[in-house]
C-alpha cells in the first residue's frame, strides 16, 4: 500500500512538473510605425444636387506626391490579437480652375485660384485570430471598425467663397493577415488586408473599401523589425439622399518598424538589474 502511495506521488508531482514547464500564453505588445510617399491614382468627386463631377487631375492632386504615415499598437494572446490603428491622411492644393465647378451650392468659376483640401484620417480598432499556425505559415482572420474623419473642400484664394462637405462615420470591413516567416532571424512577408463592400444590400448607398499592403521585413535588434511595404487603399460611396459621390484610389511606399514592447522593455529590466 505504501509503495501505490508513493508511486502515486511521484506521478502527481511529475505531472505537476510537467505543466509548470509549459506555462500559459502571455499578452505580447507590439507597436509598428511607416512612413512614405503616396499617388493620388483617382480622387472623383461630386457634392450636390447640382454638383460637378471632378478628378484629382482638375484639383492639382496628381502634380505631387503626398506624405502619409501610420503607427498601429497590437495587443497578442495566445491565437488572439486586437490591432488599434491611427491612419492620417490629408492632401492639400492649389489650383486655377480650367471651368466652372459647383460644390455643394456654391459655384467656383472658371479661373479662380482656390484651395482644395482632402482630409480622411482613420481610426481603427481591429481583431483576429490565428486560424492557421504551421512552422512558417500563419493565417488570422477577423474584422475591423474604422472611426472615418472626412472634410472635402474648396476656398477661394481671395477668401470670398468656401463650400465644405464633412463627414464622420463608421466603417466595418472584414481583415485577414497572411504570414510568412521562413527562419526566426530572417527576412518575413505578410500580406494585410481589410474591406467592404455594401453589395447592394443597403438601399440608396453604393458603397466600397479596400486597404492592401504587402510587406517585407527583417529584424536589425532583438525585439526590432525594419519593415517596407507597398499598399493599395480606396474606395468610397454613393449616397444618393446626401447628394455625395466620391471614388478614390491611392498607392504608398512605405518604410517603418516594428517594435515588440515585451522584448525591448524585458532587456532594458534586466539591464537596470545587471547595474544593480
Known amino acids: 500500500m505504501s509503495r501505490i502511495v508513493s508511486f502515486a506521488l511521484l506521478a502527481l508531482a511529475a505531472a505537476s512538473g510537467s505543466s509548470s514547464a509549459e506555462p500559459g500564453p502571455s499578452l ?36 505631387n506626391l503626398a506624405l502619409v504615415s501610420r ?3 497590437e495587443l497578442a494572446y495566445g491565437r488572439h490579437r486586437a490591432v488599434f490603428l491611427y491612419a492620417p491622411f490629408e492632401a492639400k492644393t492649389t489650383v486655377t480652375l480650367s471651368r466652372d465647378l459647383s460644390f455643394r451650392d456654391t459655384m467656383f468659376v472658371a479661373g479662380t485660384v482656390v484651395e482644395h483640401r ?16 504551421k512552422e512558417k505559415v500563419s493565417l488570422e482572420v477577423g474584422g475591423s471598425l474604422q472611426v472615418r474623419n472626412a472634410e472635402v473642400a474648396f476656398d477661394s484664394q481671395d477668401g470670398a467663397l468656401r463650400a465644405a462637405e464633412n463627414d ?16 526566426i532571424d530572417s527576412w518575413w512577408a505578410a500580406l494585410d488586408a481589410d ?12 458603397g466600397a473599401i479596400y486597404d492592401v499592403q504587402l510587406a517585407a521585413g527583417h529584424p536589425v535588434a532583438k525585439g526590432v523589425d525594419v519593415v517596407f511595404g507597398a499598399r493599395l487603399l480606396g474606395g468610397g460611396a454613393k449616397v444618393e439622399d446626401r447628394d455625395i459621390y466620391n471614388w ?29
Open 28 to 63: 505580447q505588445a507590439t507597436v509598428a510605425y511607416e512612413t512614405g510617399p503616396a499617388y493620388i491614382l483617382q480622387n472623383d468627386g461630386e457634392y450636390g444636387a447640382a454638383g460637378t463631377r471632378y478628378g484629382a487631375d482638375d484639383v492639382g492632386q496628381q502634380d
Open 248 to 276: 478614390a484610389n491611392f498607392i504608398a511606399l512605405t518604410a517603418g518598424v516594428r517594435v515588440s514592447l515585451d522584448h525591448v522593455l524585458g532587456r532594458a529590466a534586466r539591464n537596470r538589474g545587471d547595474e544593480r
Open 168 to 183: 464622420i462615420g463608421l466603417v466595418f470591413a472584414a481583415k485577414a493577415r497572411l504570414w510568412y516567416r521562413p527562419a
Open 195 to 206: 474591406g467592404f463592400s455594401t453589395f447592394g444590400l443597403v438601399p440608396g448607398v453604393r
Open 71 to 73: 503607427t498601429s499598437l
Open 118 to 133: 482632402y482630409l480622411f484620417d482613420g481610426y481603427r480598432a481591429s481583431y483576429l485570430y490565428r486560424l492557421l499556425d
